[in-house]
């Protein structure tokens, strides 16, 4: 098998392979999309993307619910407006971001070494089970992922222009997409710091520099200082106060078992890593890209966990997910740097059969020949249910708001429903709570999130406990 890893550009065995692991990555990321509900985050940017709002009410609802910018939700309800007001429509957009990630990552790969590396990452990208599963949520992550890395090829495409010209193709689109980038997710800020921090060293240390992208960066500093002013005024953290600080725990994987599918794997890649910083610290010390490429890893933990330790706890490794970019980029490109050729190929064939064996042991192949477990909440299974029952008859009853702010999880849930019951055209009788006071007779109620009975005189006839947190009661109400 070694004999076949020569890399060379006629090798059908090697491409042909590439290709099917791309094939796989997009399949992985596509197939089975919509087989689960939304959970309750989802249903969040369900409800806050409505296309028959106004962009104002839109904007209300993004600042009233949540903790993320207003990009990605403006680019949902476009799509929902575009083709139809649909949950798989939020989840398709993510998947093609997903898909195109790999693409963006292979690309950047290219700027930090003149050899086949990129090709290599392009594997580890489209298998990662991380990266796949996200991209199959309709939240802002993987997006933020695919304009982080794409931001990253045109900073570079920058840094390597030899033109006197400042205001360039790449200067504009670098400027755009790393912007872009901050208004998607708060924490690209990281990112954008960390290339500060690497054009510093790069004037210090390597008497490099660059006008244009110092002009970029001045550019990109006042627009993401003006959207800061903005977005602290109404942001809270309270939206986030469910985190906790990371233990000691966390500093034995660095959140590697989530990015690679179990905590084997993960110290694995962890391992490999550390072990080829070390075995090759020569090298990367004298490719000042490389160095960039730890300076966004180490900023990525660093400066999260900082903030952690001395005001409140946000550090959560979907937060943080573009740390994978330097992760996967590292891990390629160090292979590639051994001289060692058996042991080269050693750690090729290694990682991309240990990251294809992973899927065996994942739904991602076991969907194919089993039903997936359904981990987030089961409306459809509730609604064939009620369907199948003697009465259609159903109220979403939580508990009663007695506080003065509006109950938003029963709001949102409330309109998740009724799309789905629109769409998907159960006959189902949907009555509002407040119908409850003067109803008679049995009726379902649906709950997801604190489930408490009404003050009313009723039977709780029967029960179903349901994944995901749903609890559907059927009740006789005297």
Same mark, same amino acid.
């Given at each position: 098998?070694?004999?076949?890893?020569?890399? %060379?550009?006629?090798?059908?065995?090697?491409?042909?392979?590439?290709?099917?692991?791309?094939?796989?990555?997009?399949?992985?990321?596509?197939?089975?999309?919509?087989?689960?509900?939304?959970?309750?985050?989802?249903?969040?940017?369900?409800?806050?993307?409505?296309?028959?709002?106004?962009?104002?009410?839109?904007?209300?609802?993004?600042?009233?619910?949540?903790?993320?910018?207003?990009?990605?939700?403006?680019?949902?309800?476009?799509?929902?407006?575009?083709?139809?007001?649909?949950?798989?429509?939020?989840?398709?957009?993510?998947?093609?971001?997903?898909?195109?990630?790999?693409?963006?990552?292979?690309?950047?790969?290219?700027?930090?070494?003149?050899?086949?590396?990129?090709?290599?990452?392009?594997?580890?990208?489209?298998?990662?089970?991380?990266?796949?599963?996200?991209?199959?949520?309709?939240?802002?992550?993987?997006? /933020?992922?695919?304009?982080?890395?794409?931001?990253?090829?045109?900073?570079?495409?920058?840094?390597?222009?030899?033109?006197?010209?400042?205001?360039?193709?790449?200067?504009?689109?670098?400027?755009?997409?790393?912007?872009?980038?901050?208004?998607?997710?708060?924490?690209?800020?990281?990112?954008?710091?960390?290339?500060?921090?690497?054009?510093?060293?790069?004037?210090?240390?390597?008497?490099?520099?660059?006008?244009?992208?110092?002009?970029?960066?001045?550019?990109?500093?006042?627009?993401?200082?003006?959207?800061?002013?903005?977005?602290?005024?109404?942001?809270?953290?309270?939206?986030?106060?469910?985190?906790?600080?990371?233990?000691?725990?966390?500093?034995?994987?660095?959140?590697?078992?989530?990015?690679?599918?179990?905590?084997?794997?993960?110290?694995?890649?962890?391992?490999?890593?550390?072990?080829?910083?070390?075995?090759?610290?020569?090298?990367?010390? %004298?490719?000042?890209?490389?160095?960039?490429?730890?300076?966004?890893?180490?900023?990525?933990?660093?400066?999260?966990?900082?903030?952690?330790?001395?005001?409140?706890?946000?550090?959560?490794?979907?937060?943080?997910?573009?740390?994978?970019?330097?992760?996967?980029?590292?891990?390629?490109?160090?292979?590639?740097?051994?001289?060692? %050729?058996?042991?080269?190929?050693?750690?090729?064939?290694?990682?991309?059969?240990? /990251?294809?064996?992973?899927?065996?042991?994942?739904?991602?192949?076991?969907?194919?020949?089993?039903?997936?477990?359904?981990?987030?909440?089961?409306?459809?299974?509730?609604?064939?249910?009620?369907?199948?029952?003697?009465?259609?008859?159903?109220?979403?009853?939580?508990?009663?708001?007695?506080? %003065?702010?509006?109950?938003? /999880?029963?709001?949102?849930?409330?309109?998740?429903?009724?799309?789905?019951?629109? /769409?998907?055209?159960?006959?189902?009788?949907?009555?509002?709570?407040?119908?409850?006071?003067?109803?008679?007779?049995?009726?379902?109620?649906?709950?997801?999130?604190?489930?408490?009975?009404?003050?009313?005189?009723?039977?709780?006839?029967?029960?179903?406990?349901?994944?995901?947190?749903?609890?559907?009661?059927?009740?006789?109400?005297?």
């Amino acid at each position: 098998m070694f004999k076949l890893l020569k890399f %060379q550009e006629n090798n059908l065995f090697i491409y042909s392979s590439i290709f099917l692991i791309v094939v796989l990555g997009f399949v992985f990321r596509f197939y089975n999309i919509n087989y689960e509900n939304l959970w309750l985050d989802e249903i969040y940017s369900f409800w806050v993307t409505d296309p028959n709002l106004s962009f104002d009410e839109t904007y209300f609802r993004i600042k009233t619910t949540e903790s993320i910018p207003f990009l990605y939700y403006y680019f949902i309800k476009i799509c929902n407006n575009l083709f139809s007001y649909d949950p798989i429509v939020g989840r398709i957009f993510s998947a093609f971001f997903g898909f195109f990630s790999i693409f963006t990552i292979s690309n950047l790969c290219r700027k930090f070494a003149n050899n086949k590396s990129y090709l290599f990452a392009l594997c580890l990208t489209s298998l990662n089970i991380y990266l796949i599963v996200y991209s199959q949520e309709m939240r802002v992550y993987i997006f /933020n992922f695919f304009l982080t890395s794409l931001a990253l090829v045109f900073f570079f495409n920058l840094y390597n222009e030899d033109k006197s010209k400042i205001f360039t193709k790449n200067f504009f689109l670098f400027s755009l997409t790393m912007f872009l980038s901050i208004l998607s997710h708060p924490f690209s800020i990281i990112v954008f710091g960390s290339l500060i921090c690497f054009i510093f060293l790069d004037y210090f240390f390597f008497k490099t520099k660059n006008q244009k992208i110092n002009i970029s960066i001045i550019v990109i500093s006042i627009l993401t200082l003006i959207f800061l002013v903005h977005y602290l005024g109404y942001i809270s953290t309270d939206k986030v106060g469910w985190i906790e600080q990371p233990g000691f725990k966390f500093f034995t994987n660095f959140y590697f078992s989530k990015f690679f599918g179990s905590r084997l794997l993960g110290i694995i890649h962890l391992s490999i890593l550390i072990f080829l910083s070390i075995l090759l610290w020569k090298k990367i010390i %004298q490719n000042k890209k490389i160095i960039f490429l730890y300076i966004m890893l180490f900023s990525s933990y660093f400066v999260p966990l900082i903030y952690g330790y001395f005001l409140e706890p946000i550090i959560f490794p979907k937060y943080i997910i573009f740390v994978l970019i330097p992760i996967i980029l590292l891990i390629s490109i160090l292979i590639f740097l051994i001289e060692n %050729q058996n042991l080269r190929k050693f750690f090729i064939i290694f990682l991309i059969l240990l /990251n294809l064996g992973n899927h065996l042991t994942e739904s991602t192949v076991k969907q194919f020949f089993n039903d997936r477990v359904k981990l987030k909440p089961d409306f459809d299974t509730v609604f064939k249910i009620i369907e199948s029952s003697s009465t259609n008859k159903v109220v979403l009853y939580r508990e009663k708001n007695n506080s %003065q702010d509006p109950d938003f /999880n029963d709001i949102v849930f409330t309109n998740y429903v009724k799309v789905i019951l629109n /769409n998907q055209n159960y006959k189902l009788n949907l009555f509002k709570t407040d119908t409850l006071k003067n109803y008679k007779g049995k009726i379902w109620n649906i709950c997801y999130v604190e489930c408490f009975l009404p003050p009313s005189d009723l039977n709780v006839l029967k029960e179903n406990f349901l994944n995901g947190g749903l609890k559907l009661s059927l009740w006789e109400i005297k």
